[in-house]
C-alpha cells in the first residue's frame, strides 16, 4: 500500500463523529470478562458474542473500525460471512491487534514489555489477506512513583518495539495503532500521570522517526491523563481534559491525522464525557475520537449474558453507547442523553 493509502486509511479510522470498536480482547481477557458474568468461555460463545457486537444494526453510523482478535479474524457470523467481509461489506474497516501480551523486562524487574515482534512481517501479510487494514500494539506502562515506575529502561523498550511494529505495519500495508498506555492503576496524583505521559510519548515519537515510520498513516491511541484510581484527590473532568490536551500539544507531530483515545478502565460515562469536553476545547490540529473496549462494550456485555434471547436488547445497549461515543467525537454529548431510551 502506497503512503497515501495509507494515510487515506488513517483518515477514515478517525472520520469526524466515527471511531473504533476495540473487541480485540485476547481469549485470557474475554474469559476473565466473560467468568464474572458466568458466561462460559467457548469458542461458540466468543464468536457468537462478537456476531452480536459486529451485527449491530447501524454500528456503522458510529464505529470506523473494529479490532480483532487472532481468533476472531478467522471466525464467521451465523449465515456464514467471515467477520472481516461482513464489516467491509458495512463500511467498517476490520482490524486485528499483533501484539502477543506483555511480559516481564528481563532482569528482575517488574515492569512490562510488550511481545510479538518475531515472525511478525509474515504474520502481517497473513492478516492483510484476511481482509484487515489497521493494526493495534498495546505497550503498557506502570506508574509506582516508590520504585521509581517507569524506567527509563522500560519506556525505551517499549518505545522501541511499538517502533518495529510500526515499521513493519506500514511496509506490509496496515496502518499501525500506536499504544502507549500508562496506567491508571496507581494512586500517583494527575501531575504524575501528566510527566509519564509526556514522557512516554516524547520517547514513542522520537523510535517512531527513527524507524522512519510515516506519522500521516497512523493513529496514536494514549491513555487520558487523569488521576490514580487510588489517589485520595480526583481531579475534575474540566482538569482531565486539559491536561490531556496540553500532553498531546507537547508530544504529537500535528501530521498524525488522529488520536483514539482508550478507555482504560473509566466508566462509560466518564470516558465519554472527557472525549466530550476535549472536542469541544476545538478544533485541534488532529480528530479527537475513542478506540474503546471496556466503555463500549461493558453494558452491551452484561445484557447478553451468554443469550441468544437477549443479542437484539444487547444490541440496542451497543449502538446507543456507540451513538453517545460519537457524539463525544463532535462535542456534542450531554449528560442527559445518556438515560435516554435505547
Ligand atoms: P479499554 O478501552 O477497555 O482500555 O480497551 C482499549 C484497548 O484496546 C486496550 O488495549
Known amino acids: 500500500m502506497s503512503a497515501t493509502d495509507l494515510a487515506a486509511v488513517a483518515q477514515a479510522m478517525v472520520a469526524r463523529g466515527r471511531g473504533v470498536l476495540a473487541a480485540d480482547e485476547s481469549n485470557a481477557t474475554i474469559t476473565k470478562r466473560f467468568a464474572a ?55 467498517i474497516l476490520p482490524g486485528i491487534k499483533v501484539d502477543t501480551g506483555s511480559m516481564p523486562l528481563a532482569n528482575d524487574n517488574d515492569e512490562q514489555v510488550t511481545e510479538g515482534l518475531d515472525g511478525l512481517r509474515k504474520r502481517i501479510a497473513e492478516y492483510v489477506s484476511l481482509g484487515a487494514k489497521f ?78 515510520v510515516d506519522p500521516r498513516g497512523m493513529v496514536l491511541k494514549p491513555n487520558m491523563v487523569i488521576s490514580g484510581k487510588g489517589c485520595a484527590t480526583q481531579a475534575s ?11 498531546l500539544y507537547r508530544t504529537v507531530p500535528p501530521a498524525v491525522p488522529g488520536i483514539a483515545f482508550l478507555s482504560g478502565g473509566q466508566s462509560a460515562s466518564v470516558a465519554t464525557e472527557h472525549l466530550d469536553l476535549m472536542n469541544r476545547m476545538g478544533p485541534h490540529p488532529w480528530q479527537l475520537t475513542f478506540s474503546y473496549g471496556r466503555a463500549l462494550q461493558d453494558e452491551a456485555l452484561r445484557t447478553w449474558k451468554g443469550s441468544t434471547d437477549n443479542v437484539a436488547e444487547a444490541q440496542k445497549v451497543a449502538s446507543h453507547r456507540a451513538s453517545l461515543t460519537s457524539a463525544a467525537a463532535t462535542g456534542t454529548y450531554s449528560r442527559d442523553m445518556e438515560s435516554a431510551a435505547v
Open 135 to 212: 493494526a493495534k500494539w498495546r505497550a503498557v506502562i506502570i506508574i509506582d512513583e516508590a520504585r521509581g515506575f517507569p524506567s527509563d529502561y522500560a519506556l525505551h523498550c517499549n518505545a522501541h518495539a511499538l517502533a518495529r511494529y510500526g515499521a513493519l505495519c506500514q511496509e506490509g500495508g496496515l496502518v499501525p495503532i500506536i499504544e502507549p498506555e500508562v496506567l491508571m492503576d496507581g494512586s500517583n496524583d494527575i501531575d504524575v500521570c501528566f510527566d509519564v505521559t509526556v514522557h512516554a510519548q516524547r520517547r514513542v515519537f522520537q523510535e517512531l522517526d527513527r524507524q522512519q
Open 237 to 247: 473532568p474540566q482538569e482531565v481534559a486539559e491536561r490531556t490536551l496540553e500532553c
Open 37 to 91: 458474568l458466568g458466561i462460559e468461555s467457548t469458542e461458540e460463545n466468543r464468536r457468537a458474542y462478537r456476531d452480536t457486537l459486529l451485527s449491530t444494526p447501524g454500528l456503522e453510523d458510529y464505529i470506523s473500525g473494529v479490532i480483532l482478535y487472532d481468533e476472531t479474524i478467522r471466525q464467521s457470523s451465523a449465515d456464514g460471512t467471515p467477520f472481516p467481509t461482513m464489516l467491509a461489506q458495512r463500511s
